[in-house]
């Protein structure tokens, strides 16, 4: 028996009639809050270089993962192998480069913009503005990144809320030590001054979006 096997095996006996309360008792949204933990408990790991604690929380995620589908297949909607053969089908179509009859691509900008054509023609839909729909859930950091990827990308202006010279020149020579100092910094004179850091920066690129979508 593979590990895999095994651990679809164990998932499943939990669940069962006689199984555990407490996974009897879950659906998918009771243990939102605990996927959340694992994820973070994963980014400490990798941040840690902890390559034991990495196979471990690893293998917590994947928990989550199996536990998901059989929660869906008992309720005769999809079953485990049907999210991996998804995922696997989706990796296969969208790297026509490696698997298909596509052109090589040479570097990982022209693969992310293959794939988001790629994905684009998958879903058969135009996108409504200039930015894609970002999950609700994304932190303000993640999606203030993302927001500034599309600007970046589509050639936006985002006016008078960015200073784009300001941010190229600030990028120049940044690195990860210096760029967390100063973010830290920015976090505490936040609360220094009282204000919310994750509510300024949600609202400011709220006003960015608005602004690069005003006359994109």
């Known amino acids: 028996m593979t590990g895999i096997e095994a651990l679809l095996k164990t998932t499943a006996r939990l669940r069962a009639p006689d199984g555990c309360p407490w996974d009897r008792e879950q659906n998918h949204r009771s243990i939102c809050d ?7 408990e994963l980014l400490q790991a990798i941040d840690r270089e902890d390559d034991a604690n990495l196979r471990e ?14 929660m869906a297949a008992e309720a005769g909607k999809f079953d485990f192998d049907a999210v991996a053969r ?3 089908d989706k990796m296969v179509r969208r790297h026509p480069h490696v698997f298909g009859e596509g052109a090589r691509l040479q570097d990982s900008e022209a693969v992310i913009k293959q794939w988001e054509q790629i ?6 839909a135009t996108p409504a503005g200039a930015f894609k729909d970002l999950p609700p859930a994304l932190n303000s950091v993640l999606r203030a990144r993302e927001v500034w990827k599309q600007v970046r990308k589509k050639g936006l202006n985002p006016h008078d809320t960015v200073d784009v010279s300001a941010v190229e020149s600030s990028a120049r020579g940044l690195d990860e030590a210096s760029a967390g100092k100063a973010l830290f910094a920015l976090v505490a004179a936040c609360r220094e001054a009282g204000i919310d850091p994750d509510s300024a920066l949600r609202r400011h690129t709220d006003a960015v ?5 005003a006359r994109s």
């Open 86 to 88: 998804e995922v696997n």
């Open 34 to 40: 605990c996927l959340v933990e694992e994820v973070c």
């Open 57 to 70: 929380e690893l293998g917590d995620l994947l928990f989550h993962v199996v536990l998901h589908a059989q």
């Open 119 to 124: 994905k684009l023609k998958e879903k058969g």
């Open 209 to 213: 979006m608005k602004a690069s979508e």
